[in-house]
């Protein structure tokens, strides 16, 4: 919503990029949450909720990742795995160096407010 918003007050309206965006975001939370709602939707202040915080996280950025590198190598005319390979290739380090600090900080925020 928020997006489409965005794209409307810029008056950038481009409806098939639009659509694609709302898209991706749609499935890259819907495949995150599917995997959330796995683990029984566990307390937050439980130590077991962290693994699933970080298995939803993981498939929410794959699911996101694929999505868009499918979409640019169609546009493209390029391998998707070369496009994954180039796009992710000096930040996946610190993407999952932002998760591994990211979700035991969140969890820690949640239970010690």
Same mark, same amino acid.
């Given at each position: 919503?928020?997006?489409?918003?965005?794209?409307?007050?810029?008056?950038?309206?481009?409806?098939?990029?639009?659509?694609?965006?709302? !898209?991706?975001? +749609?499935?890259?939370?819907? !495949?995150?949450?599917?995997?959330?709602?796995?683990?029984?939707?566990?307390?937050?202040?439980?130590? $077991?909720?962290?693994?699933?915080? +970080?298995?939803?996280?993981?498939?929410?950025? !794959?699911?996101?990742?694929?999505?868009?590198? +499918?979409?640019?190598?169609?546009?493209?005319?390029?391998?998707?795995? $070369?496009?994954?390979?180039?796009?992710?290739?000096?930040?996946?380090?610190?993407?999952? !160096? $932002?998760?591994?600090?990211?979700?035991?900080?969140?969890?820690?925020? $949640?239970?010690?407010?």
């Amino acid at each position: 919503m928020g997006s489409g918003l965005g794209s409307l007050l810029r008056r950038n309206l481009q409806p098939l990029k639009l659509l694609f965006n709302l !898209a991706n975001l +749609t499935l890259s939370v819907s !495949a995150g949450s599917a995997v959330w709602s796995l683990g029984g939707n566990a307390d937050l202040a439980s130590p $077991l909720s962290i693994a699933w915080v +970080t298995l939803a996280a993981l498939v929410y950025f !794959a699911v996101n990742a694929l999505l868009i590198a +499918t979409m640019v190598g169609l546009v493209q005319e390029l391998p998707i795995g $070369l496009v994954l390979r180039r796009s992710h290739a000096n930040m996946l380090g610190s993407d999952l !160096a $932002l998760l591994a600090v990211g979700v035991p900080l969140a969890g820690m925020w $949640l239970v010690y407010p």
